[in-house]
């Protein structure tokens, strides 16, 4: 149950595509950081944002996930194999 010792309320503007900036006391007393993640939940004509500790999977930014993709990929003569194994699939 929250008291009403523990209710803050602030007034946002919902921005293009539909971007809300969290208040700044709310961020620092949640100890929410640039670049974490959130959860936000609709509950009935109420949107809910919980900070979390940690996240049920990885996010990574821009640079790390280009990284991964270029790890991913077959070395030319092991792609060129598999072309002539699965030629029927391109």
């Known amino acids: 149950m929250v008291t009403t010792s523990q209710t803050q309320t602030e007034w946002v503007k919902i921005l293009s ?3 809300v900036t969290i ?3 709310f961020r620092d007393a949640l100890g929410i950081k ?3 993640v959130a959860r936000i939940k609709k509950v009935g004509k109420r949107l809910i944002i919980e900070a979390r500790d940690t996240v049920d999977y990885e996010v990574y ?3 790390e996930f280009k990284k991964i993709l270029e790890e991913d990929k077959l070395p030319k003569n092991k792609a ?3 072309q002539s194994i699965w030629s ?3």
Request: net charge negative; proline share 6%; no cysteine.
């Open 17 to 19: 595509k539909g971007m």
């Open 23 to 25: 208040p700044k006391s």
């Open 34 to 36: 640039e670049g974490e």
């Open 61 to 63: 930014d821009d640079k």
């Open 80 to 82: 060129i194999e598999a």
């Open 88 to 90: 029927d699939l391109i």
